[in-house]
């Protein structure tokens, strides 16, 4: 389980988290909806500290945490239990495929070289990209390149999956065979908290979809109630530009 309590950060003088509180369980997939500069990505982005809130606590597993005083050994540890996949892949532009997948489980797991070989082999060929093992980034699309980036966080076998829009780079065309990827990874019962714009994969994967909105949760629920009978006049504005309003049930 994860969960964030009252957690905020400011940029400057901008306050992009205001008090924010999610609970994830475990095996759950969560979508966060929301504007650009809702404070989504912030929020994703300070479960694994890539960015470190001004104030709130993490519950990670067994773990209680305070964002503000944070001990480095504890973040370690929720960056070894958990695996971020980037919109903009996030890949070492000098490793190839492969080595991208070893690499965290080499230097952070510890695996010998032939075992971490095997499994990148193995999750290469899981995402379609067994014949592109050798390839380096520059030479892969980037819908490739994004399932090089959760071939990578697969092979870990993380305890939780954060997805930062990881569409949102791709040419249209691109973007189908990355979410199927990411449907899979959602079959397996791996927790998952999703950032992204992609209506339908949320109505279709997502257990529990977060609507934010000026560094808020505005509303939460299943993907059914968001979508069809939102509560809060904000997140049906946010959703008239993509669903139509008729088939709303207010």
Same mark, same amino acid.
């Given at each position: 389980m994860i969960e964030l309590k009252g957690v905020k950060k400011t940029f400057g003088k901008q306050e992009v988290l205001k008090d924010v509180s999610v609970k994830v369980n475990d095996?759950?997939?969560?979508?966060? =909806? @929301?504007?650009? !500069? +809702? &404070? *989504?990505?912030?929020?994703l982005r300070c479960i694994n500290f890539l960015e470190r809130a001004d104030e709130g606590k993490l519950i990670f597993g067994d773990k209680i945490l305070d964002l503000k005083h944070v001990k480095k050994k504890d973040i370690l540890y929720v960056r070894r239990h958990s695996a971020f996949v980037f919109q903009n892949y !996030? =890949? #070492?532009?000098?490793?190839?495929?492969?080595?991208?997948?070893?690499? &965290? =489980?080499?230097? /952070?797991?510890? $695996? +010998? $070289?032939?075992?971490? %070989?095997?499994?990148?082999?193995?999750?290469? +060929?899981?995402?379609?990209?067994?014949? $592109?093992?050798?390839?380096?980034?520059?030479?892969? +699309?980037? @819908?490739?390149?994004? %399932?090089? !980036?959760?071939?990578?966080?697969?092979?870990? *076998?993380?305890?939780?999956i954060l997805f930062d829009e990881p569409t949102s780079a791709l040419d249209p065309e691109l973007v189908g065979e990355t979410l199927e990827v990411i449907k899979k990874v959602a079959k397996m019962g791996i927790t998952m908290v999703v /950032?992204?714009?992609?209506?339908? #994969?949320?109505?279709?994967?997502?257990?529990? /979809?977060?609507?934010?909105? @000026? !560094?808020? /949760?505005?509303?939460?629920?299943?993907p059914s109630e968001i979508f069809y009978k939102p509560k809060e006049e904000r997140t049906r504005q946010f959703l008239s530009r993509i669903i139509p309003q008729d088939a709303y049930v207010i």
């Open positions: 095996g759950e997939v969560v979508v966060i =909806l @929301g504007p650009s !500069g +809702s &404070g *989504k990505t912030t929020f !996030g =890949l #070492f532009a000098h490793m190839t495929a492969l080595q991208n997948v070893m690499e &965290g =489980l080499v230097q /952070v797991q510890k $695996k +010998s $070289k032939a075992e971490a %070989r095997k499994i990148a082999e193995d999750t290469l +060929s899981w995402v379609g990209l067994s014949d $592109k093992q050798d390839f380096y980034p520059a030479q892969l +699309s980037g @819908g490739q390149q994004q %399932r090089v !980036g959760i071939a990578r966080a697969v092979a870990l *076998k993380p305890d939780v /950032v992204t714009h992609e209506m339908s #994969f949320a109505e279709d994967v997502a257990d529990r /979809v977060i609507f934010m909105d @000026g !560094g808020v /949760v505005v509303e939460e629920g299943k």
